[in-house]
């Protein structure tokens, strides 16, 4: 690849570690080249071929941040360039010159946030290899072929489930598949007319359909009920038929579900707060057969569920703006949850205090700030996304239930619990084909924002100067003179006081949810709607390999190469936000699929350990899995650090509580989980946790049924999301819609009847509470 700038005698430093040699930039890419280090036993026979040089690439789009630090020649201090990427690979490179850094820095920059469109990226450069070439990544998911594997096919028995072709030319609705599948007895003519009540037109349709019982996973956008609360009679229908279209198992299927005695054996793994959501949602108490004593199953009608991903507030806010969640009275056949998992701004916020905490990996050798990492609150949004993941699995494979998934557009936290539960449920999808073709279908298909969501265009912002060296001074790791933050605290000080009277965009943001359609159609990159959506999925599918190393196919290096080229731009799979503009730009004839390297090189991503075997009869080879929400542990590989340097007091402290368990168990005590004296059980909080997350903390923030908004009396308030923090902020517009809901109904004036009746209390958005 031809260079297109050459800079010589550059210090790269990277951990702390300095290396010198050349600088070379091309169109597409940074690479550093230096000489290889010097044999340490000079008695050892030397090679007459002489060794090759050592070479560091870094592709443009992958760099997140760029600071050039230049400084006066009379200094003595060399200018500097500052490399933070998407992959966390922190880099510094001293030039000789001022001169120089500088030109270096705008080449970077032109190449990176100036390119106009994505068709300037690599991708549309790119020369595979022949045996790339071989594999056409592109033909590798077929969606008439995923869902014949389910069983639904036009060849196949009805299974309540046919497939239209309703938006063969994405006219019905731009970010969802060509290929749809919807209930059998639902008509093409009634999803026309129930398209306009969801948000983008994403009505509720199937994306997975369970083998063992026949129970779906559904997924869609939210509706558009606003604070009057509006139906659709269509939607109504279609949301119906979807929680009655699969016929339910029966004693002479090949596949029966879990008998009792597996259920008690799930249920004796889930944390406290996952057994109180079970028996919650549940509303009743188990029953037994009388004469066998077995639990009874009544099918996939048991407890259907419609799962709002956002917390409450959320869902307000978007009812404020005309969207909003389902009025319950008009879907009696579910519960609807809402789960404190919070949105695209908190986990951009959330990741970037990570990154704080690693910012000086590139001139220093010491671990990251442990204080910092704690108090991001990544792994307590993972543990949120993991946990109602495990939740869904739990309805569809041991409660036999249908769910119907939705955030705002449902395309990110939609996306992530959808692929998740899958994951839990079927073993096909823990193989390499199978996790290729659940990417492509919850992700790609089903029209996760990724360029909006990846930045692929990178902003201005990314690229800082920085000042403060010009008087000669030095700058420890870690530090900075004061002046770039003193000036925009001044800015933001001001922007306050003369706004007033106005909303501040800083507490919006933490509650705004979904994007116009002008932004995503836009290639523009939006700093505000970044957001590491897609790597938090792989992080939580990172979880669940560590925590069942066998149970595997692919291994920790393939998600870890996957959200590497998730920035990368090399191939074209992720350069844009749909399956519509992925064929408008004709991305297939163009680029390269991101699976053909993958399935290239199968034998490094495959794991050795894999044990394909499924068995429910022994432990360990089960069908469904769920993780051990106590588990959870930093992802070190992807941020190039150590375990013993990210998770050892993590570590520390679960040894510390097993230590004390086994203590108690030693004394004869009943542990943790003991019985009161009417033989109910009783929860004590003495779960091993990571440090920060609180006890029997609930994923759930709150239950609605047509009846009532269910929530247990003499309960303590569970965690409370970053969104709804500014509580006082949001009591005055809590108050209003419930009051506009209560006069205005759905757009009609009440009767006499009607008018003596106070306001329903299932429209009261309550927190979840967990007795103590």
């Excluded at 201090?77 to 690979?89: G, N």
């Excluded at 036009?154 to 919807?182: H, Q």
């Excluded at 609360?229 to 596949?255: C, G, T």
């Excluded at 998934?405 to 692929?419: E, K, M, P, V, Y």
């Amino acid at each position: 690849m031809e260079a297109r700038k050459v800079f010589d005698d550059v210090q790269c430093i990277n951990g702390g570690i300095i290396s010198n040699g050349t600088l070379r930039l091309t169109d597409f890419h940074l690479v550093f080249s230096c000489p290889p280090p010097e044999p340490k036993d000079e008695s050892l026979p030397t090679s007459t071929t002489p060794p090759r040089a050592r070479e560091s690439w870094i592709t443009y789009p992958i760099i997140s941040l760029c600071t050039l630090r230049p400084t006066p020649a009379t200094s003595g201090i060399p200018s500097s360039i500052r490399l933070r990427c998407r992959d966390y690979v922190f880099v510094c490179f001293n030039f000789g010159d001022d001169k120089a850094a500088r030109e270096a820095f705008d080449f970077i920059r032109n190449r990176t946030c100036r390119l106009g469109t994505v068709q300037n990226l690599y991708a549309f450069t790119h020369r595979p290899s022949k045996a790339e070439q071989a594999i056409n990544g592109w033909e590798h998911y077929d969606p008439k072929a995923e869902f014949r594997r389910q069983g639904i096919s036009e060849k196949l028995p009805d299974k309540g489930w046919r497939i239209t072709w309703i938006n063969k030319d994405y006219s019905f609705c731009d970010t969802y598949p060509a290929m749809l599948v919807v209930p059998s007895t639902i008509s093409d003519n009634v999803l026309k007319y129930a398209k306009d009540y969801r948000s983008r037109c994403r009505i509720p349709v199937l994306t997975y359909l369970h083998p063992v019982n026949n129970c779906t996973i559904t997924r869609s956008a939210q509706p558009l009920s606003g604070i009057t609360r509006k139906n659709n009679i269509q939607d109504e229908k279609l949301v119906a038929a979807s929680f009655s279209a699969s016929p339910s198992y029966s004693d002479h299927d090949d596949h029966l579900p879990p008998p009792p005695s597996d259920i008690d054996a799930v249920e004796a793994q889930l944390t406290t707060s996952e057994k109180f959501e079970d028996s919650f949602l549940a509303g009743t108490p188990h029953m037994y057969d009388e004469k066998t004593g077995k639990r009874l199953i009544f099918g996939a009608q048991q407890r259907n569920l419609i799962v709002d991903a956002r917390p409450t507030v959320n869902a307000i806010v978007n009812q404020v703006q005309g969207m909003g969640s389902e009025p319950m009275d008009r879907y009696p056949a579910a519960k609807k949850i809402f789960l404190n998992i919070d949105n695209i701004h908190v986990m951009r916020n959330s990741l970037n205090r990570v990154v704080e905490a690693i910012k000086d990996a590139d001139i220093s050798p010491l671990p990251p700030n442990r204080d910092l990492l704690a108090s991001s609150g990544w792994l307590k949004h993972t543990r949120a996304v993991l946990q109602g993941a495990s939740l869904i699995t739990r309805q569809v494979g041991i409660y036999h239930s249908h769910v119907l998934i939705h955030c705002s557009d449902g395309w990110d936290r939609t996306s992530q619990l959808s692929a998740l539960s899958q994951i839990m449920l079927d073993p096909y999808f823990r193989t390499i084909e199978g996790f290729v073709n659940l990417v492509e279908k919850d992700w790609l298909s089903f029209g996760h924002m990724f360029r909006l969501r990846s930045g692929h265009l990178s902003h201005e912002s990314c690229f800082v100067v920085q000042r403060d060296a010009m008087a000669g001074s030095t700058i420890q790791p870690g530090e900075n003179d004061g002046r770039a933050d003193a000036f925009q605290n001044a800015i933001a000080n001001a922007k306050r006081f003369f706004n007033q009277s106005k909303d501040d965009p800083a507490d919006l943001d933490v509650a705004a949810e979904g994007a116009t359609g002008s932004i995503a159609n836009d290639e523009a990159t939006v700093p505000k709607m970044v957001s590491p959506v897609f790597h938090q999925f792989l992080d939580c599918a990172y979880q669940l390999i560590r925590q069942f190393p066998n149970r595997f196919e692919y291994n920790e290096r393939f998600l870890r190469r996957l959200l590497y080229h998730l920035h990368s731009c090399q191939y074209g799979t992720f350069l844009y936000n749909s399956e519509k503009q992925r064929h408008d730009a004709q991305a297939v004839q163009k680029t390269s699929s991101v699976w053909d390297y993958f399935l290239a090189r199968r034998a490094e991503f495959t794991n050795k350990d894999y044990d394909p075997v499924i068995d429910d009869h022994v432990p360990g080879r089960e069908r469904i899995m769920f993780p051990k929400l106590d588990g959870i542990r930093w992802w070190h590989q992807v941020f190039n650090r150590t375990d013993e340097e990210m998770n050892s007091h993590l570590n520390a402290a679960e040894a510390a509580e097993l230590s004390i368990a086994s203590a108690m168990a030693n004394l004869g005590s009943d542990g943790p989980r003991g019985r009161s004296r009417a033989g109910t059980p009783t929860y004590h909080i003495t779960d091993a946790r990571p440090p920060g997350l609180p006890a029997s903390q609930s994923v759930v923030a709150a239950v609605e049924t047509a009846h009532e908004t269910l929530t247990p009396d003499n309960a303590r308030t569970l965690h409370r999301s970053a969104s709804a923090d500014n509580t006082s902020a949001f009591a005055a517009l809590r108050r209003g819609v419930n009051m506009l809901s209560s006069m205005g109904g759905r757009g009609s004036s009440p009767g006499p009847e009607e008018a003596r009746v106070p306001a329903r209390a299932e429209q009261e958005l309550r927190p979840l509470n967990v007795a103590e």
